[in-house]
């Protein structure tokens, strides 16, 4: 196996970095009665005692209900009980559609995660991003979900002929996959005012409407709203964000806890089709975003995840400050800001990109959570390699020839104060 890589932005000083936490994305992380730390990971959590600079060997959840660890969500209720939001042990999948995964279902823990009890039906549209369900100042808990309808295998229509490919040290290396298809992302929220035991859902679903200027008329046609997440406002609204195929994250608002919301809108935040961390700050009330900032022409040049950054909106989401870059690529600039482009229309990578950089490297799927004065970060950087007699790079985990993309889930625990500089 070859060395890892150099990576260009290490941690600043003050900030902890560390890897080896499980290999996929961290499904929740909370503070239990006794102060130490509990991340989920996968089927099973590590447990902190340092606050976070340490963590144990992984335990199981031990939650009989659980089916796969996918996409899983845990928090700790108002209540002191851990509420886990997990797929079901014996369901068959409702459809061959994409991403139309199995029913979820809520357990709860009342003994800091070893047992679980319950496992009460969500009724979500689909299927959730991980770690998206939160709860309201209410004691409402809101899950937000997506279904994505992937009909895509048609005569005529081959994979590797709408996909974006470039060449890395002489080697094929696919940069982007089912986008290029033709698919619908529709999105809903569910939510639970009795901790999780009977759930509803939103009025009407989530799509995108809007024209090339952002008005919500129908001439752009319909835009993806993917994965989304949400967070509650100060000023007591719900905000909803989430990926889209337009440049930008596209947002929408509720008044009234997630059961109304406004049209998808753009924001001014630039974006790949990429999966963004929204957060609400419990010390300030400010909302934190975490997600891929490029710009049009970097996805057209197969760059869509290789810069990772994080805004700061004081104003409930009508304005960001504060923008930085937490890592970035080669082959791309440094810069903490990219600036909203238009037209604000579909942009997909380009069916060649040309000559990746040896230094090419990934980062998605954040997330972050917050205990005292610190904010802990998790994501999913990968980068490439190959054998030296392969003649084919790796298709963003799927294997070709002997070659490899391999990666690793980072967590970076920054001062809190960090985020504000």
Not at 101 to 113: A, I
Not at 155 to 167: A, H, I, K, N, Q
Not at 407 to 420: D, K, Q, S
Request: net charge negative.
């Amino acid at each position: 196996m070859a060395a890892k890589p150099g990576f260009r932005k290490p941690a600043p000083e003050g900030v902890v970095e560390q890897t080896g936490i499980g290999t996929g994305s961290s499904n929740g992380m909370v503070v239990l009665d006794d102060g130490s730390l509990m991340m989920v990971v996968g089927s099973g959590c590590h447990i902190s005692t340092d606050g976070g600079q340490t963590w144990g060997e992984p335990r199981p959840l031990n939650c009989q209900a659980m089916g796969s660890p996918s996409n899983l969500s845990c928090i700790k209720l108002q209540s002191g009980k851990l509420a886990l939001a997990h797929r079901g042990r014996e369901e068959a999948g409702r459809g061959t559609e994409m991403f139309n995964w199995n029913p979820f279902y809520l357990s709860v823990s009342e003994d800091g995660g070893r047992t679980w009890a319950g496992a009460w039906p969500m009724k979500l549209l689909g299927g959730p991003y991980h770690d998206a369900m939160i709860q309201l100042s209410s004691g409402r808990l809101l899950m937000p979900s997506r279904i994505c309808h992937s009909n895509n295998r048609h005569p005529g229509l081959e994979y590797d002929r709408v996909s974006s490919f470039g060449t890395w040290k002489g080697l094929r290396l696919q940069v982007s996959g089912h986008y290029h298809y033709p698919e619908v992302d529709i999105a809903a929220v569910s939510y639970s005012d009795d901790e999780g035991q009977n759930w509803q859902q939103c009025q009407g679903q989530l799509m995108g409407w809007f024209d090339a200027e952002g008005i919500p008329n129908g001439r752009g046609g319909i835009t993806a709203v993917d994965e989304p997440g949400v967070a509650e406002c100060a000023d007591g609204r719900v905000m909803l964000l989430a990926r889209s195929t337009v440049g930008r994250l596209v947002q929408s608002a509720s008044e009234d806890g997630g059961e109304t919301w406004t049209p998808i809108l753009p924001t001014d935040l630039a974006s790949s089709y990429s999966p963004p961390r929204l957060r609400r700050i419990p010390s300030t009330g400010d909302l934190l975003c975490v997600w891929n900032q490029v710009s049009r022409d970097e996805i057209k040049r197969g760059y869509r995840r290789g810069r990772l950054s994080a805004a700061i909106s004081r104003d409930s989401g009508a304005s960001w400050e504060r923008f930085r870059t937490i890592e970035v690529s080669a082959g791309m600039e440094d810069v903490d800001r990219v600036a909203p482009q238009h037209p604000i229309t579909p942009v997909v990578g380009l069916p060649e990109v040309g000559t990746l950089p040896e230094g090419f490297v990934t980062f998605d799927y954040p997330n972050v959570w917050f205990a005292d004065d610190k904010a802990y970060l998790t994501y999913h950087r990968s980068w490439v390699e190959a054998d030296e007699d392969a003649r084919e790079a790796v298709t963003l985990g799927e294997r070709k020839g002997r070659a490899r993309k391999p990666g690793e889930m980072v967590l970076r625990i920054y001062p809190l104060a960090e985020f504000y500089r």
